[in-house]
């Protein structure tokens, strides 16, 4: 049978009256009592001021205790700490819902004792106790529940625990903890907090978010603080991307690619993101043609690689007419370099045997192909980079066409299963020259190199069919 509101008022008494009592196991009872009747709305609407003061007397009692118990008094240390997560699951409780209470616990005190205990928790005198996890995690559970909602709690309990709380809490060796710690961090961002993360003294608590969204999939919150938060600031995602290790970066990057598939409607990336994509992709471009050379076996060679993979699939993206980000046809330099990496890819996959090499692969079990490397689909994403660029947008057809690109794209049509996306065969006729087996990404860039620009339509009119090219020197004699 559920509390009713007399039974709450008769609770208080009972916290009234343990305050002139020494705290003990006996009263943890009570404090339980307490708690299951604010699971229902109609008592917690019924709890008066005076109750929550009894309860914060008792929980500030249990702070002191806390701080002047030795370590070596185990059992005290242990009720102390059953009767902490006891309060803190009752005041977590009487804040579902319920404005009022959220104010009230507020202007009482709660936050900013219940922080001083979680901080304690943490520290080199506790840390080490198994039983520190339930009134830690109860305890963050309080933050949140008196966060939501409530501006003004949102600003006290940023005020109290950034930025050194914070990363203590995504630090806990306690995966449940850690969930809630992000939940309550996602809870306190706004616009005006995500700047403060800049900071050089503050960006720690940020690359840790970012560290959990690798390590931790499986929790949502960090993956929303990233989208929702980080990624609008330019000058956040900047530090952080200066800031971690390859691993890391490539984590970034997979968000920031999955925002642009996944809803590119209501992507949230910043435009000044795209233009520093834009200069890490011309400045480590040169990362993946150590793939070619004998440290290509070095785990540090593979993530940098990876990330200028990536670099390049989240440009591809982002220049596949979304209106935002299109301002990237206007980089030349980005443009010219595209097309020297792929004349330099593909001039060493031609100069001997590689991985950008051409290769004859299909019938391989996916264990056995080379999937997860970041070669593949490396030169059609090259290839697919220049067709955007040069979508609708003459300027850049004509520096393409005088970079000699025209001819290198056709010959990167031979069939390659390193680029898989490039199996699907169409065929292409142009005046005097028919292209078959061509693929999608060669096609499409075709396609807008030759729109509504006859120069580069008579350069590849002027093209003679001679069957499998050595190298691109046959289509310009």
């Not at 003990?24 to 009747?37: D, G, I, N, S, Y």
């Not at 930025?163 to 995504?170: A, D, N, V």
């Not at 471009?285 to 940098?304: F, I, P, Q, R």
């Not at 061509?438 to 096609?443: D, N, S, Y």
């Amino acid at each position: 049978m559920a509390a009713s509101p007399s039974s709450v008022l008769e609770n208080s008494s009972v916290l009234a009256g343990i305050l002139k009592e020494k705290r003990c196991r006996e009263h943890l009872q009570a404090l339980k009592t307490f708690t299951a009747a604010l699971q229902e709305e109609k008592n917690r609407d019924a709890v008066n001021e005076e109750t929550f003061s009894s309860l914060f007397e008792f929980l500030s009692g249990l702070c002191d205790d806390l701080h002047s118990t030795s370590i070596e008094d185990q059992d005290q240390l242990s009720v102390s700490l059953q009767l902490i997560a006891e309060s803190f699951r009752a005041q977590r409780n009487s804040c579902i819902q319920n404005p009022r209470n959220q104010n009230l616990l507020r202007r009482l005190g709660f936050i900013g004792v219940s922080v001083k205990i979680l901080s304690f928790l943490l520290s080199s005198k506790a840390d080490k106790r198994g039983d520190i996890f339930e009134p830690l995690r109860c305890g963050i559970q309080f933050l949140g529940n008196v966060a939501v909602g409530n501006q003004k709690c949102k600003d006290d309990i940023w005020q109290l625990s950034f930025p050194t709380l914070f990363l203590k809490l995504l630090a806990v060796a306690d995966d449940k903890a850690v969930n809630y710690a992000t939940m309550v961090l996602n809870t306190c961002l706004d616009e005006a907090k995500v700047e403060p993360l800049c900071e050089p003294q503050n960006i720690p608590v940020a690359l840790r978010v970012m560290e959990l969204c690798r390590s931790h999939p499986d929790l949502d919150w960090t993956i929303l603080i990233a989208t929702m938060h980080f990624f609008k600031s330019p000058t956040l995602v900047k530090r952080m991307y200066s800031g971690m290790p390859h691993l890391e970066r490539v984590s970034l990057l997979e968000l920031i690619l999955a925002q642009l598939t996944e809803d590119p409607d209501r992507c949230g990336v910043h435009r000044d993101v795209a233009s520093f994509l834009s200069d890490c992709f011309r400045k480590d471009c040169g990362d993946v043609l150590m793939l070619a050379t004998d440290s290509a076996s070095s785990e540090e060679v593979l993530l940098k690689a990876q990330t200028v993979t990536l670099q390049l699939d989240i440009l591809c993206e982002m220049t596949s007419d979304l209106g935002q980000f299109m301002f990237l046809q206007d980089d030349a330099d980005l443009l010219k370099m595209t097309v020297e990496l792929l004349e330099q890819v593909h001039a060493i996959g031609k100069a001997n045997s590689n991985v950008f090499s051409a290769a004859q692969n299909f019938s391989s079990s996916d264990e056995d192909s080379p999937s997860r490397s970041p070669v593949i689909n490396f030169k059609a994403h090259l290839i697919r980079l220049i067709g955007n660029l040069c979508h609708g947008n003459a300027s850049n057809q004509n520096k393409v066409r005088d970079l000699d690109g025209i001819p290198l794209i056709l010959d990167n049509c031979n069939v390659d299963s390193n680029n898989p996306f490039l199996s699907e065969y169409l065929s292409l006729t142009v005046p005097n020259w028919t292209l078959a087996v061509i693929t999608q990404w060669a096609i499409l860039a075709i396609r807008n190199l030759l729109d509504k620009n006859q120069q580069n339509q008579e350069v590849v009119a002027a093209l003679e069919p001679r069957g499998a090219a050595a190298d691109c020197s046959a289509f310009r004699e």
